[in-house]
């Protein structure tokens, strides 16, 4: 009776366990299974507010692209290491001097983790005025999730000439053996002062592992020589 009595118990809790026990996650709403805050932080890939540091916005630049188009960059750094946003909404804002907003762009940006990157939003509508400084600001709390390391891609062969159409040209290479997609690349041109003057961004569909890529960004404008040039690489973050 006794062993009747206790295969019936065990029966009854292993039922109850699988009717009504569910397996800690990082996704059930619960603080549990060492996670710092309700589903995120320990063992889970998305960090809890306050365990990621904020981006730095270290300028944003109204740009020319063409005679009477306008566009602007930001530049931006994510410090925090070993975690990125998938998806950052935000907001570009342009003014000019008499500090009326002329032209307004709202997107979603990826942030990779721990690295200076930069976005750059073209062919703003200003009408009849020219802007004279330009604003950027996320427009949401961001969300970063852990993400594998990213390789950083080589930069060779810079070569830019001004003309009529003002040219750079560039090689960008895959250093490691993974392939990478969605790559997005912006070209900034700084003069003596230290200020960016032109910009442009371009879209790497794809890059095998140890290939390379021929990049090309052209103004339809003279553009003075510049002083500096930088290509920062974004690869976007899953």
Do not use: M
Not at 137 to 148: C, G, H, I, Q, Y
Not at 169 to 178: D, R, Y
Not at 227 to 238: C, D, G, K, N, Y
């Amino acid at each position: 009776l006794a062993i009747f009595i206790a295969g019936i118990f065990v029966f009854l809790v292993s039922s109850w366990r699988i009717l009504f026990y569910t397996r800690a996650s990082c996704t059930d709403g619960v603080q549990n299974n060492g996670e710092r805050g309700i589903d995120c932080g320990g063992s889970c890939s998305r960090l809890c507010a306050g365990e990621a540091l904020p981006p730095l916005v270290h300028f944003t630049r109204a740009v020319e692209t063409e005679r009477g188009v306008w566009g602007a960059v930001a530049y931006l750094e994510n410090r925090t290491k070993g975690a990125g946003v998938a998806s950052a909404p935000f907001v570009i804002k342009l003014y000019d001097t008499q500090n009326i907003l002329v032209a307004e762009r709202h997107g979603v940006v990826s942030v990779p983790a721990e690295t200076t990157f930069a976005l750059f939003e073209g062919a703003l509508l200003t009408g009849d005025r020219v802007p004279s400084r330009a604003t950027f600001e996320f427009t949401a709390p961001l969300v970063f999730d852990r993400v594998a390391e990213r390789p950083a891609l080589r930069q060779s062969n810079q070569h830019f000439e001004s003309g009529a159409v003002s040219r750079l040209e560039a090689t960008l290479g895959n250093p490691s053996f993974a392939p990478l997609t969605n790559i997005s690349v912006t070209a900034l041109l700084f003069g003596a002062d230290g200020n960016v003057f032109a910009a442009l961004e371009t879209e790497v569909p794809s890059l095998s592992g140890l290939g390379s890529v021929s990049l090309s960004f052209s103004w339809p404008r003279p553009l003075p020589a510049p002083a500096r040039i930088e290509l920062l690489s974004r690869v976007q973050t899953p």
